[in-house]
């Protein structure tokens, strides 16, 4: 029988890092370290010691260990405390904030802040940086606010003025003597220009106070057709011209059916 001359394979080499045990072969592996030459593994240690000497001699005070779990309150507390997070929210401090003009903040709005400071978890230097900015919005959007309403309640003034003619001064008295007996406040009476208007606040109480008997008041005796609005004028001149007997009158020349119709013409014109 012939005799078996193939050449035996050599054994693989051993690793260079030998046999260590299960923790430290992951810690390799992890990082690759095991499919390195050990001339790359050693300049690959040596760049990550020196990256750990770094923070080997850090202070104490500068190191910050964050919390794995994000449900871990206590850890995360300790965090924010160390970033400038007070441990209340009344302890954030903002009497240095105050308005363009000079006025403080308000006590409300104080507590306001500091609620919402402390749950974000601002750093004090951070909420304070933020209020500011929030006063500063709220003055821009304010005088914004002011200045429309101003426009507005220029226009709803014509707009009355338009309709009341040359009875504005005696109406408005009507109108606030109403206000006046129902016992209607300034907030009140705002509350009702913010929702219906300002034109259509005072006629709602130039009507009820003109019901009241207040426009004969004003007037001292019976009410004038002068002192009718434009949209009374229209509808009043609207019911005489379907009276027949009104409107035959009034083609015949009679004296008082030509002046009441001459009264309301101009009423409505605003002549």
Same mark, same amino acid.
């Given at each position: 029988m012939a005799e078996d001359t193939t050449p035996i394979a050599p054994p693989p080499p051993e690793a260079w890092y030998g046999t260590p045990d299960s923790e430290?072969?992951?810690?390799?592996?992890?990082?690759?370290?095991? @499919?390195?030459?050990?001339?790359e593994v050693a300049l690959a240690a040596t760049k990550a010691h020196r990256e750990a000497e770094?923070?080997?001699?850090?202070?104490?005070?500068?190191?910050?260990?964050?919390? $794995?779990?994000?449900?871990?309150?206590?850890?995360?507390?300790?965090?924010?405390?160390?970033?400038?997070?007070?441990?209340?929210?009344?302890?954030?401090?903002? =009497?240095?904030? $105050?308005?363009?003009?000079?006025?403080? %903040?308000?006590?409300?709005? %104080? =507590?306001?802040?500091?609620?919402?400071a402390k749950e974000l978890n601002l750093p004090k230097a951070t909420a304070q940086l933020l209020a500011q900015k929030l006063i500063k919005i709220s003055e821009t959007e304010g005088? @914004?606010?002011?200045?429309?309403?101003?426009?507005?309640?220029?226009?709803?003034?014509? $707009?009355?003025?338009?309709?009341?003619?040359?009875?504005?001064? =005696?109406?408005?008295?009507?109108?606030?003597?109403?206000?006046? @007996?129902?016992?209607?406040?300034?907030?009140?009476?705002?509350a009702l220009e913010k929702t219906i208007g300002y034109a259509a606040t005072m006629e709602m109480f130039r009507s009820i106070g003109t019901s009241m008997g207040e426009d @004969?008041?004003?007037?001292?005796?019976?009410?004038?057709?002068?002192?009718?609005?434009?949209d009374e004028a229209t509808y009043k001149m609207d019911l005489l011209m379907k009276d027949r007997l009104w409107a035959d009158k009034l083609y015949k020349g009679d004296v008082l059916a030509v002046q009441e119709f001459n009264d309301l013409t101009r009423r409505m014109t605003g002549a």
């Open positions: 430290t072969m992951g810690y390799l592996q992890n990082r690759g370290w095991d @499919k390195l030459t050990p001339t770094k923070l080997i001699g850090a202070p104490q005070d500068q190191l910050l260990r964050m919390p $794995k779990d994000l449900s871990d309150v206590e850890g995360w507390n300790k965090v924010h405390a160390r970033l400038g997070v007070p441990e209340k929210a009344a302890d954030y401090d903002f =009497t240095a904030i $105050k308005f363009t003009d000079g006025r403080e %903040v308000g006590a409300d709005e %104080v =507590t306001a802040l500091q609620t919402m005088l @914004k606010f002011s200045t429309e309403q101003a426009a507005k309640l220029a226009q709803e003034t014509e $707009k009355l003025a338009a309709n009341w003619g040359a009875g504005m001064a =005696t109406n408005k008295i009507v109108a606030d003597n109403a206000m006046a @007996k129902f016992g209607i406040t300034s907030e009140q009476q705002s @004969k008041f004003v007037r001292g005796g019976g009410p004038t057709p002068g002192a009718l609005t434009k």
